[in-house]
């Protein structure tokens, strides 16, 4: 089984932008996590993080011709914006876990709506990088029954 984890516009960032909401861990600290975490489940897992709209498109189209299992995105801010990142989230036809480190919900207004959460199989919201592991599970338990 093979998971794809794609981050967006700044994720690269963890530990250096707004720590008292993403928390003092770095990318590579959640790339470590995810790895460990894939070996623990016997998956193969790929991760993936671009600023660039087009590139999380053209990952997500890449994803359909690879026959990926499942799919762990957090588009940050793209979430609240990206129409094309939502309609290639829509073509593919395997689990996809729309993630975020803090709570939307609880934050700011516009972040509030999420254009890619309705074309998803679900979301985790608020857990910190603990979504990320979570999503993984849920998509290994559940992969077999789509």
Do not use: W
């Given at each position: 089984?093979?998971?794809?984890?794609?981050?967006?516009?700044?994720?690269?960032?963890?530990?250096?932008?707004?720590?008292?909401?993403?928390?003092?861990?770095?990318?590579?600290?959640?790339?470590?996590?995810?790895?460990?975490?894939?070996?623990?489940?016997?998956?193969?897992?790929?991760?993936?993080?671009?600023?660039?709209?087009?590139?999380?498109?053209?990952?997500?189209?890449?994803?359909y011709f690879e026959k990926v299992e499942g799919i762990v995105i957090n588009p940050a801010a793209f979430?609240?914006?990206?129409?094309?990142?939502?309609?290639?989230?829509?073509?593919?036809?395997?689990?996809?876990?729309?993630?975020h480190i803090s709570n939307i919900s609880e934050r700011e207004e516009f972040r509030h709506r999420s254009?890619?959460?309705?074309?998803?199989?679900?979301?985790?919201?608020?857990?910190?990088?603990?979504?990320?592991?979570?999503?993984?599970?849920?998509?290994?338990?559940?992969?077999?029954?789509?």
């Open positions: 089984m093979k998971i794809l984890v794609i981050n967006g516009v700044n994720m690269n960032f963890l530990g250096i932008r707004n720590r008292e909401v993403y928390g003092n861990k770095d990318y590579n600290y959640l790339i470590q996590m995810i790895e460990e975490k894939a070996r623990e489940l016997k998956v193969d897992v790929e991760c993936f993080q671009s600023n660039h709209e087009g590139a999380i498109v053209d990952k997500l189209q890449d994803a979430t609240h914006t990206s129409v094309a990142i939502r309609d290639a989230l829509e073509s593919l036809d395997c689990i996809k876990i729309e993630v254009l890619t959460q309705p074309v998803c199989s679900g979301q985790i919201a608020g857990l910190g990088l603990d979504g990320y592991t979570l999503a993984m599970e849920y998509i290994v338990k559940n992969a077999c029954r789509q």
